[in-house]
């Protein structure tokens, strides 16, 4: 073998001991991507059709949306009705001392309660409710900004709630023996709430949200259910039922259909005068509720 052969030999020997004498020689590393256990899931948002998140998630949205569009409202006469309907005459707990300033207590709506203004009127003109007493609402007054709303028959009146109940004998509703007021201790408060603009549209316990810092109202059966509860069973189940029957009177039928859309008076061949209470219009369906005098004699619906 040539000199050249034994060296050519020689490296290549060289060259295997020393490649497996060196783990840490590089190694080859496939560097395409592994192949995905599971598809990643859409991208669009579209959602499983079994799942009840959609119609949930379009449902808060709309509810949202409406609720955003009312309040760009000012508010309007039907709301109006309903405050006065459904928060005026409701009772509810002070949840802090109320003076019985002529002028009222100032709420800014959707700011925190100005205590400093709250002590220095406690201070010149004592306190007329203090926490945890039962008020009822007894007025409000619609302003161009502000909602003025009387508790206990508002500030500087003499008011005792007792005097004001109502207990059932023998079925008839009387009320209670008045008692005797102390001169010079005011039971009466103002609150004026101010909304900084012109009144929004709003719902009754939208109003009673924004009493939350000085009224709760939850747990307080309303006056309209307390006066519910002192009728026969068969109009109260008809006011459950928003449903008017013969024999109710003029509130009974507000209480379970709220007022008419019409009011139509007629005159019997008796001579006699009625009064009908009409329901919507037709061909949709429409009610005639007709009264003889403050009682209800007949009950007609047509679809």
């Known amino acids: 073998m040539g000199r050249w052969s034994k060296l050519a030999l020689l490296a290549a020997a060289g060259a295997t001991t020393l490649f497996a004498a060196a783990p840490d020689v590089p190694r080859k590393y496939d560097l395409r991507p592994a192949p995905l256990l599971a598809p990643l899931p859409s991208t669009d948002n579209t959602l499983d059709s079994q799942s009840p998140l959609p119609s949930v998630l379009v449902e808060v949205a709309q509810s949202t949306a409406q609720q955003a569009k009312k309040k760009s409202l000012p508010l309007q006469p039907t709301s109006r009705l309903e405050l006065v309907r459904f928060v005026s005459g409701e009772f509810a707990k ?117 009493l939350a810092p000085v009224l709760n109202f939850q747990n307080e059966k309303s006056a309209a259910v307390n006066w519910v509860d002192t009728l026969p069973p068969e109009y109260k189940k008809a006011i ?27 005159r019997t061949e008796q001579g006699a005068e009625t009064e009908d209470w009409i329901y919507g219009d037709p061909p949709s369906k429409t009610v005639f509720v007709t009264f003889l005098g403050d009682k209800v004699i007949r009950v007609k619906e047509f679809n």
């Open 94 to 210: 002070a949840v802090t001392p109320l003076p019985g300033a002529k002028k009222g207590l100032h709420l800014e709506v959707g700011k925190s309660l100005d205590d400093l203004e709250l002590h220095q009127l406690l201070a010149n003109t004592g306190t007329a409710v203090n926490p945890g007493d039962t008020v009822q609402i007894t007025r409000l007054e619609f302003r161009e900004k502000e909602i003025v709303l009387d508790l206990n028959g508002g500030s500087g009146h003499h008011f005792r709630l007792k005097d004001h109940l109502q207990v059932g004998v023998g079925g008839m509703p009387t009320s209670t023996m008045a008692s005797p007021v102390q001169a010079g201790q005011p039971t009466g408060a103002t609150l004026i709430l101010d909304y900084g603009k012109p009144l929004p549209d709003m719902s009754p316990d939208d109003l009673k949200h924004d």
């Open 240 to 266: 459950q039922e928003n449903r008017a029957i013969v024999g109710m009177d003029h509130d009974m039928v507000i209480a379970a259909l709220g007022r008419p859309d019409h009011k139509v008076r007629e």
